[in-house]
Structures are given as structure tokens and as C-alpha cells.
């Protein structure tokens, strides 16, 4: 049986202080705009607040002086008039900063983006860094936005605010800041350690959500779609539903259940500091120490002042709060990456390229075993190299590693002789076209799918690619030819590829970017027999003057290929050309034979014999 891990919390790596220099450079380097207008609306809240407290007792005070109507006409014109005037300017600034807010969240999720996009592959292969990424889009508008936002209107305000009416309760009872001070410190401390509680356990939502976004996102996926039509997996769909349901309602109470004891907390303390408070004026009043006009004032400098104290300190938890939710942000945009990008070396250009894999090793992340034990092998200068083995044998791992997408555990991966550790590993993939197995269509056109840019694409090296894939016919007979869109879930015209259709396109990619060496993961997986022939005979001026590696199940692909690499048990098992390997009747002339044999009609009619007769005996 399975023990769960416990696991630890980790503290935050960075303070209030450096979360709070982040905050304000970043809404200052993507719109100045924005902190401009945040600061005027500060200073706007506060008139009008301050207009606000003055109305009444000002009111009050012309009557009990005698003053005319005329004196209380004009006190109600400036006070009153003043704040509406204010109630529009803060309403005009906030329906303006909205505009900027978009701006700001859009440059800050082009941050996000940009480290997603520029990172280290193998950072992708950790779950730290997969919660780091959606706690880092979270951070962009709870953290910095509502950070600098609660910073400037409600922490500043509260401060200058709280200064203002002390001002006024000074001198009107020492035990008063006191006994509010002590109030307003235990709710802080409390409030404090609440606050945390999204800190400590931000990996645990993170892992929840993130659940929540596969199950939602591969609900819509038509591949998903039929087969829960044909196989009858609504029963499956709804348990996993149920499972992830389960797990969030779970903490979504653990959650409610603490900050309901906040809540009581919260409510007995301000019982407690403005009963204080309202004792001490009603007294003064009774003795006759303050007028009508004086005791007006005081009550709502009392209550505002109570409130502020107490907002002080809660102003400062909610910083705290927004300062986590950049935390996050912060520790995902500088995630250390394993590799060297701009400090490295630039890659030396030559005309052909050699890779060595010396005695390299690699277990992927949580993996109980090795995927690759010792393994060794040179891809000479402008070879074609094939790779063939049992599923789970390495092949896509060692090209993982020769493209520089992994650093091995043990062992070095060379290029022309030099570790590929060193170099700029950007300027490295420069030097590489591929079809993987997994791959990405994006919704746009199919010019823009091949050429992966959607400017200065070239239709003339377009058509020529087409041709080598053999995708060329059916493209120009559709309507809009290399015009057309991709995928429906942008475009209401775009269409939809077979499989064969995408891989030839994915193929025709990699021909574009004519790199000087060409991995080829399975690039005939998808494809009819006729259409498979058709890429190997096309094969060979593909790979013109560039180095390749091929990968295939299908055995016939090695026919064409100078050398092949059989991989077996993480290692590079048995290498030489195909009639080398046949003749050694190792592990790839087995395999060959297997293959082989289901092509050869009296040997398929043969099995078939047998196996009912193994049928009739049972």
C-alpha cells in the first residue's frame, strides 16, 4: 500500500518589501497612465472622505452660532457640492484606469508567457513548476493589480486617514489609543497568520485547479468526444468528475471553517474597541465638555477612527496577502533554468555536424528506473541515421537529448566535440527541423501553421516544401489554398486534417525551417501504405546535405538509411547498416522477422491455421 508523502510548506522566497518595489516597477514600466491615475484617485477619495466628515458637524455648527441660512447655504454648497464634485472625478477615474488596467494585465501576462515559452524543457517536467505557472497567471491580477491597487487606495488612504483623525481624538482620552491599539494589534496578528493560510497551502490549490482545467479542457476535445459516444464512457467521466469535485469541496470547506473562526475573532474585538470609543464621548457630552456641533464631529472621528486602526492593520495583512500572490509570480518568473540561454556559447557554423552520445544516462523525474543506461552512439556528418525499437526503449529520449530539449544524468551529449551544455541552447536549436510525435496545430492559416510566422513567409519555398510532403494537390484544391484556417475554435470556416494530412503538414514544417539536421519521430505514423512509400522515396532529397535520424516502427524505413540503431535496454544495443544487422540475427533481425512476416501472404495464412486449431483444442 501507497504512503502519502507529507508534504512541506515552503516559506515565501521573497519579503513584503521586495514584493511591494516589484509591484510598483512593474505598473510603472508597463503604464505610467495607470499609476498616475491610481494616485489621483487617491488623493480624490481622500477630499471626499474629508469633505464628508466635515458636512454635518459644519451644518450644525452654523445653526448653533446663528449664523443665517445664507452662511448655511454656502457651507452646504462648498461641502456638499465639493463632494459631489469629487463622487463624479473618482467615478471619471475609475472607468479611465480600466482601459489601462487591460493594457497593464496584457504586458504582465506577456511576461508570464514569454518565461513559459523561453524556459528550459525540462522545467516542465517537474510539478513544482507546472503549479508555479497557474499560480503565476493568478498573481498577474490578484497579486500586482489588486497589489498595487489595495497598496495605493486602501493602505495609503487608511494611513493618512488614520493621522487625520487622530488628529481631532488627541486630547480627548489617553486610555483611548491605548485600549484601540491593543484591539487593533491582536486582530492584526491573528489576521496575520489567517492571511497565510492561502501561502500555506498554495501547492495543494494549485494541484486542485490545475485538475479541474485538464478534466474541463478535454471535455470539448472531439477526440474525447467520440469516444465517450462510441464506448460509453459518460459513467468514467462523470466518477473523474466526481473524484476532482470531491477534492476541491474538501478544502473549499477546510477553507470556509477557518476564516469563520476569522470572522468571530474580528467581530468581538471591533465590539469591544468602538463601545470603548462611544463611552468615553457619551461621557464627555453628559459633562458638558463638547457642543452639539463638537460632538458630531468627534462621533464620526471616533468611529472612522476605530475603523482606521483597525484598517491599518488589516491594510497590512492584505498587503501581506497580494505580497504572496507576487511571491508566487516573482519565484515563476525567476525559476532557475538548467541551461544556458544568452550567457552560453554561440554555436560555431560549419557545413556538416557531428553528435556524439557518450556513455549517457537519464531517469525522467519520479521515474523508479533509468530510461537510458550507458548510452553511446555518433551521428556522423551528414548521415541518415535510423533508429528502431520495442515501445519504452529510449528512441524518443535520445533525440530528446541530441536536440538538446534534455542534459543527461551521467555521460555528455557532444557537438563537433564540444558539450552542449556549454552553448547558447537557443542559438542550438537553430540547428534542428523535426516531426515529434506530439505536436501543435495552432488556429490560423496553413501558411502560418508551415512557416510559423505570420509575416515575411516565403510561397515560393512554401510550394516547394508542399511538394516533398506530398500535400501540395490537396491544398490547391481548397477555396483559399494556403489561405485557409485551421481548426474551429477561432475561425467559423476553418477545416479540419486527417491525420495523415497533418503529419505531412507537420513535415513540410520542418523541410521551411531547412535546418542542417532533421529528426524524424514516427513521421509516417499516421499515413496509408501508399502515402508512407511516398515519403521514403522522397526521403532521400529531403535529407539532402543535411544529417537525420529517423525513427520508426516499421522497419522498411531502414532500408534507406546508411546506418541503424537498434535500442534495447537503454542502450545503444546493436549498430551497423540493415544487412549487418540481419546477418548478426540479433535483436533487430528478430524483430525484422516478425514485422516481416505479416507481409508475406502464405505465412499470415499460416498463423491463421494455427491459431484455430490452438482454438478447436481449447
Not at 556524439?356 to 551521428?379: H, I, Q, R
Request: proline residues 3%; glycine residues 8%.
Amino acid at each position: 500500500m501507497q504512503t502519502k508523502e507529507k508534504k512541506t510548506k515552503e516559506k515565501p522566497t521573497y519579503g513584503v518589501p521586495r514584493c511591494l518595489l516589484f509591484v510598483c516597477g512593474r505598473v510603472l514600466r508597463y503604464s505610467k497612465a495607470y499609476f498616475a491615475f491610481t494616485l489621483l484617485g487617491l488623493a480624490v477619495n481622500i477630499l471626499c472622505q474629508v469633505m464628508q466628515f466635515y458636512l454635518a458637524p459644519t451644518l450644525i455648527g452654523t445653526l448653533e452660532r446663528g449664523e443665517g441660512i445664507l452662511a448655511f447655504m454656502l457651507a452646504l454648497l462648498l461641502l456638499g457640492g465639493g463632494q459631489a464634485f469629487m463622487m463624479g472625478l473618482r467615478s471619471y477615474v475609475d472607468r479611465n484606469r480600466y482601459p489601462m488596467k487591460m493594457v497593464l494585465n496584457s504586458r504582465l501576462t506577456e511576461e508570464v508567457t514569454g518565461k513559459i515559452a523561453a524556459t528550459s524543457y525540462p522545467n516542465f517536467l517537474t510539478e513544482k513548476f507546472k503549479n508555479r505557472t497557474s499560480q503565476a497567471f493568478e498573481g498577474v491580477e490578484s497579486g500586482v493589480i489588486n497589489g498595487f491597487n489595495n497598496l495605493v487606495n486602501y493602505h495609503l488612504r487608511t494611513v493618512i486617514m488614520f493621522a487625520f483623525y487622530l488628529y481631532f481624538l488627541s486630547d480627548l482620552h489617553p486610555l483611548l489609543g491605548v485600549v484601540t491599539g491593543i484591539l487593533a494589534g491582536i486582530m492584526f496578528f491573528y489576521n496575520r497568520w489567517a492571511y497565510a493560510w492561502g501561502q500555506r497551502h498554495r501547492d495543494e490549490e494549485s494541484e486542485v485547479w490545475r485538475k479541474w482545467d485538464y478534466v474541463r479542457d478535454n471535455m470539448v476535445k472531439l477526440p474525447l468526444i467520440k469516444e465517450l459516444k462510441l464506448f460509453g464512457m459518460t459513467g468514467w467521466i462523470e466518477d473523474i468528475f466526481r473524484d476532482v469535485w470531491l477534492i476541491s469541496s474538501h478544502l473549499s470547506v477546510k477553507r470556509e471553517r477557518f476564516f469563520a473562526w476569522r470572522g468571530v475573532v474580528n467581530l468581538v474585538t471591533d465590539v469591544l474597541r468602538d463601545g470603548f470609543a462611544l463611552y468615553i464621548l457619551i461621557s464627555a457630552a453628559i459633562r458638558g465638555e463638547i457642543s452639539a456641533a463638537r460632538f458630531v464631529l468627534l462621533s464620526a472621528a471616533v468611529n472612522n477612527f476605530s475603523s482606521q486602526v483597525g484598517g491599518v492593520f488589516d491594510s497590512i495583512n492584505h498587503v501581506r496577502e497580494d505580497c504572496l500572490k507576487v511571491n508566487n509570480l516573482m519565484e515563476f518568473i525567476n525559476y532557475p533554468e538548467p541551461f544556458r540561454f544568452e550567457d552560453g556559447l554561440s554555436v560555431p557554423r560549419a557545413e556538416s555536424y557531428e553528435i556524439t552520445l557518450e556513455n549517457v544516462s537519464y531517469t525522467y523525474p519520479g521515474a523508479p528506473e533509468k530510461t537510458l543506461d550507458g548510452f553511446n552512439l555518433t551521428v556522423h556528418r551528414g548521415e541518415k541515421l535510423a533508429m528502431v525499437g520495442l515501445n519504452g526503449a529510449g528512441k524518443t529520449t535520445v533525440v530528446k537529448l541530441i536536440c538538446g530539449f534534455l542534459d543527461p544524468d551521467e555521460g555528455r551529449v557532444l557537438f563537433n566535440g564540444a558539450d552542449v551544455r556549454e552553448f547558447n541552447r537557443r542559438d542550438y536549436y537553430s540547428l534542428f527541423s523535426a516531426v515529434f510525435q506530439q505536436f501543435s496545430i495552432l488556429d490560423s492559416t496553413i501558411a502560418q501553421n508551415i512557416a510559423q510566422s505570420v509575416e515575411n513567409i516565403d510561397y515560393e519555398k512554401l510550394d516547394e516544401c508542399l511538394e516533398k510532403a506530398g500535400l501540395k494537390k490537396m491544398i490547391e484544391n481548397l477555396p483559399k489554398g494556403l489561405e485557409t484556417h485551421l481548426g474551429r475554435d477561432i475561425y467559423d470556416d476553418g477545416i479540419m486534417l486527417s491525420g495523415g494530412q497533418t503529419q505531412r503538414m507537420l513535415l513540410a514544417r520542418a523541410l521551411y525551417k531547412n535546418a542542417p539536421i532533421l529528426i524524424l519521430d514516427e513521421p509516417t505514423a499516421a499515413l496509408d501504405p501508399l502515402a508512407e512509400n511516398d515519403i521514403y522515396m522522397k526521403y532521400n532529397a529531403m535529407c539532402s546535405g543535411k544529417t537525420s535520424v529517423f525513427i520508426s516502427h516499421r522497419f522498411a524505413s531502414t532500408r534507406f538509411c546508411d546506418r541503424v540503431v537498434y535500442v534495447a535496454d537503454g542502450k545503444a544495443a546493436e549498430v551497423g547498416t540493415h544487412d549487418e544487422l540481419i546477418r548478426l540475427g540479433g535483436g533487430y533481425a528478430k524483430l525484422f522477422e516478425v514485422q516481416a512476416r505479416y507481409y508475406r501472404d502464405g505465412d499470415v495464412r499460416e498463423m491463421m491455421r494455427k491459431e484455430a486449431e490452438d482454438n478447436a483444442s481449447e
